[in-house]
């Protein structure tokens, strides 16, 4: 699954490029792309397509791209013409790129044409995707050159302008294109930066759909939560590691045990909030270091680079602050002290198991004015407090948010919607001193859970430890009740709402997760290195040794 930052990085570096054009001067010459090895066989011999080259797709191409139940043509279907007709160069369609639109699994470019239409291509990441702007001499003379399975990279789709080419460029072909002359017939998942709002109203229907479903919800919230990509766009497999450490909590918890609590369900948001300004801001920049013209020109080396931005996600060790480790010690007191009773139920007391919290991993999100979280994350009081002590806006108080709404019109045990986190631990909001925050550096730990590689320094429950056993879940308002939520401007109607019935407690089965042992951890850890080291770029690199990095606008 395509990672937030990909989806980030790729339509800021669209955009880098468009804007540093004259305006109107991006006339599409051509719509490029690789053939898959069955379609370069029906190419005539010798031609590019047959020789495994780039080819030039013409007005008659009947290619198409996607998953198997939906596939879709990569050329405009506004500008496709029958086979029996001379094709119709897109040259002549007077094709005008004119902007990028960013989005977490998906990038959008705005097009017009010569008849004064605006025609939008969407291009979904359905696998990891890197996009590339080479100047012609590079494109013509060493990207299609070179046959796809020597080049070490797929053309997903190409657009040739007078100078450059925009390349969106893979391991593999699979790609969805989707083309329309209506911006809003194609879907999209908001940039958790940039529409936080619209995150928590689509989080807030999506938590609400799933209690309705009255299932016991006690499957792992961590996959759940990677596999709802409509919702968390971009939550790959090292992105929800990063989250879920971020957010402080433990591997193994169950969808309830995460959503039924305002604190844990707040901090994950914030988490998400946190790692997209990081995206946005932070690895961009790092990005720009390595712009040779618009490529993307990296070594080996220099890729691992990244990695420092990562708190566990292949690390042997992570730089930890001494509130969390405090913390951390304190959780794996707790759970080895319970892991030899006979069943052990979740339940957090006076002792604990508190979740391992450190707020300065989603400092951003505490930091936002108006739209804040900290009210969900530690209680009203205690963040009236921390705001205060921490010197933030009194606009970092407000709780008027679509998450808060809800929670506050949810019936949930005070059991199940407990913070979770010591109070005492939480003296302070932020450290004065960023040393602080490289204190401790424990050991991380692997685990293997659906198929997926965990890391994390906080431990997973012990195998003999339940989730709180519940009744099912109370009827939450109905749909037209949740939008009145979303959307607080409309008239709440009026009312209480149905008594939920009354049904025995259900007490959840979980699947325990699989702890690797070092030898196996260190395994994954080299083939972390070895894919985080994978060069798409290597032609580039050799081409462009000897030129200077970007330093600004370029014509």
Known sequence: MPELPEGVTSGHLAKLFIDDQPAGSLGVKSIQADATIEESLSHPPGSRANL????????????????????????????????????????????VLLDAETHPRNVLLKFHDAESRTYW???????????????????????????????????????????????YLTLDLLIQLYWSEDRLTLADQPDVYLEFPRFLEDVVRWVADRRTRQTNRA?????????????????????ITELWHMAGLSPNLTEAEVFD????????????????????MTLWTLVQRFLVDYVICVRKESRLLYSEHLHVYGKERSYVSARFHALLVNFKAVCEAHSRDPLWVRRCTAAGPFDVFEPELIRHALEFEDINLGGLIFGEELWAKLRSDAGLPIACLSSDNT???????????????????????????????????????????????????????IPA????????????????????????????????????????????????????????????????????????????????VRLLRHRTPYQGTRR
Request: glycine content about 4%.
């Open 52 to 95: 495994g080259h780039v080819y030039t797709l013409e007005s008659s191409s009947t290619v198409l791209r996607g998953s198997c139940d939906s596939q879709t043509p990569i050329y405009p279907p506004l500008y496709a013409t029958d086979p029996d007709n001379p094709p119709v160069p897109i040259s002549d369609r007077g094709l």
């Open 121 to 167: 291509c969407q291009i979904q990441f359905l696998k990891h995707t890197v996009t590339q702007v080479f100047n012609k001499l590079d494109w013509d003379e060493a990207i299609c050159v070179v046959d796809r399975a020597e080049r070490g990279f797929k053309v997903r789709i190409a657009f040739e302008f007078e100078h450059h080419v925009l390349a």
């Open 219 to 239: 499957s792992n919230a961590m996959t759940l939560v990677r596999t709802s990509s409509d919702i968390f766009a971009g939550a790959g497999v090292y992105t």
């Open 261 to 280: 609590s305002p604190s844990r369900t707040a901090r994950l948001c914030g988490a998400f909030y946190h790692f997209a300004k990081e995206a946005h």
């Open 403 to 457: 998450l808060a709404r809800f929670y506050s019109n949810l019936s949930i045990a005070p059991e199940m919607s407990t913070s979770w986190l010591n109070p005492t631990a939480y003296t302070y909001l932020f450290h004065t001193n960023k040393g602080a925050l490289r204190a401790s550096h424990p050991l991380t730990i692997l685990y293997r859970a659906a198929n997926t590689d965990i890391w994390s320094v």
């Open 461 to 540: 429950f012990p195998d003999n430890s339940a989730p709180i056993p519940r009744a099912r879940p109370p009827q939450v308002p109905k749909s037209e009740q949740i939008e009145d939520l979303v959307a607080p401007a409309k008239k709440r109607k009026s009312g209480k709402p149905p008594k939920p019935k009354t049904v025995a407690p259900l007490v959840p089965k979980t699947t325990p997760m699989q702890q690797c042992n070092p030898s196996t951890r260190d395994r994954a850890l080299l083939a972390y290195i070895i894919k985080f080291t994978q060069n798409f770029y290597c032609w580039a």
